[in-house]
């Protein structure tokens, strides 16, 4: 995909910052005030031990001690640069910069720590954490990174990170992360956005950019559910996840969806009738997995104790069917032919080949969570479970034939600079929704829409 989502032509993204920026005047920044301090105390000091929880802290702890290692030199790099940054730096630098933290918010909030595994005390841990999430706040600037293409899915980590870390953050850390998650989705608010769809036409779906986009009304809402714009935001963010894995099909569904039939969301749609998602040209699985992003509310939802909206399930059981079940036969496709899921390997079987590489497994590992947790895939041979656990033993694998525990070696999908990071968070959105269903507090889902009484 190119840098620029199409529902703005890159000379329109001045005039959109500045929409965006009168939009957030006209009801004042947010600040420090208007933000909901997570609820720790709903949680039980420890989850009721379970081995699959037990087995999801392994790749957990070895990701922390590589990004804790590795958070230094990151927060510098931003630290230091981030006023020279364009694009290709800033996907670099200032991305991993908000996922690492988010993750390791996990790992110090949920009583999974592990000094000895990490490799650092906890004050330290801590210390590096906070450190990330400023540098990447002051970089944000109210200049949305200049990279509006995914500053609202960075952002919506980065926020993530900060929410469960608010007591120990500073108020000017605070207010930046407020006023940042304000910016990012007041974006959409503006009277000119569309919501983007790939209509079958071109080799670049905009399934996962509008999950994405979706990721900063989730955490907003969750962070700031008494805004004045907390309404529009659900708004726009139940279109965007209802449309990000739409079918053509779905343009005539009267099926009801936080409180409109699926057809009155939509205006395209972006999935192939038999669950192919196209992307760099190719059906491309890797974007299959990212459902994911819609199914974070239930993470963020939850963690607010919020009802879970509807849209977030919208076509992802499909999906996920459409990955572990249907056969693609070669030809046309290439050999072997078959299932996406190989049985007995946790890589997958690529129909028309990869640009990416074939030994990617986090997200494949984290939407076999949600799979298994939600309760998909009952009549397949192989249950959710099944492949979430082998996913989580070859994450492990890999880990261990590094002494740092970093996922990749050198020559492993080198064209991704923040492959690292990114898969830390993967990875600790598994363990995160595996330790809520075990305190019981994954929130049901419903019309978020509907004011809570």
């Known amino acids: 995909m190119g840098n620029l989502s199409p529902a703005f032509p890159a000379f329109q993204w001045p005039l959109v910052f500045l929409a965006a920026a009168v939009i957030t005047a006209a009801d004042g920044w947010a600040g420090e005030a208007d933000v909901v301090p997570m609820r720790w105390e709903r949680f039980a000091s420890s989850a009721p031990p379970s081995d699959d929880l037990q087995l999801a802290a392994r790749p957990l702890l070895n990701a ?76 944000h600037n109210r200049d949305s990174w200049r990279f509006p293409w995914q500053s609202a899915f960075w952002a919506a980590d980065l926020a993530q990170a900060g929410w469960m870390l608010w007591d120990d953050l500073d108020p000017e850390a605070r207010r930046l992360l407020a006023e940042i998650v304000e910016f990012e989705a007041n974006r959409f608010l503006e009277p000119d956005y569309r919501v983007p769809y790939w209509n079958g036409e071109g080799g ?22 008494g ?18 894995y739409a079918l053509e099909e779905d343009l005539q569904n009267a099926t009801i969806v936080d409180g409109k039939p699926v057809k009155d969301w939509l205006h395209g749609y972006n999935v192939r009738a038999d669950g192919a998602v196209i992307n760099h040209r190719i059906l491309h699985p890797d974007y299959m997995t990212c459902v994911k992003f819609n199914l974070q509310a239930h993470i963020l939802q939850s963690l607010a104790g919020q009802t879970v909206p509807e849209a977030a399930d919208f076509r992802a059981e499909f999906i996920w069917g459409t990955l572990a079940a249907k056969k693609w036969p070669s030809p046309p496709y290439n050999p072997p032919g078959g299932t996406i899921y190989v049985p007995g390997r946790a890589e997958v079987y690529y ?10 497994v986090a997200g494949y590992y984290v939407i076999g969570t949600w799979a298994h947790l939600l309760g998909w895939g009952k009549d397949l041979p192989d249950r959710p479970e ?21 996922l990749y070696a050198d020559d492993e999908l080198t064209s991704f600079v923040p492959r690292e990071q990114n898969d830390f968070k993967r990875i600790a959105d598994a363990y995160l929704a595996l330790w809520l269903h075990a305190h019981q507090a994954l929130c049901p889902t419903g019309n978020w829409r509907v004011p809570a009484q």
Not at 71 to 99: M, T, Y
Not at 231 to 240: A, D, H
Not at 351 to 360: A, K, N
Request: with cysteine; glycine share 4%; net charge positive.
């Open 386 to 406: 099944t492949w979430m656990r082998l996913r989580a033993l070859t994450i492990v694998k890999n880990q261990e034939r590094h002494e740092n525990r970093r």
């Open 227 to 244: 805004h004045p714009n907390a309404p529009r935001w659900k708004e726009v963010g139940s279109e965007l996840m209802v449309s990000a």
């Open 204 to 225: 670049d779906t905009k399934a996962e950019e509008n999950a994405w986009n979706a990721m900063i009304h989730q955490i907003a809402c969750a962070m700031m559910p």
């Open 64 to 139: 922390a001690r590589y990004n804790l290692e590795w958070a230094p030199s990151g927060a510098e790099k931003v630290e230091q640069g981030w006023r020279e940054f364009e694009k290709v730096d800033l996907h670099n630098f200032i991305r991993p910069a908000c996922s690492a933290p988010a993750a390791l918010a996990v790992v110090l909030k949920t009583s999974v720590f592990d000094e000895e595994a990490v490799g650092v005390s906890r004050e330290e841990a801590l210390a590096r954490t906070l450190r990330l999430i400023r540098a990447a706040a002051h970089s």
């Open 351 to 360: 129909p028309q080949g990869t640009d990416r590489f074939v030994g990617r």
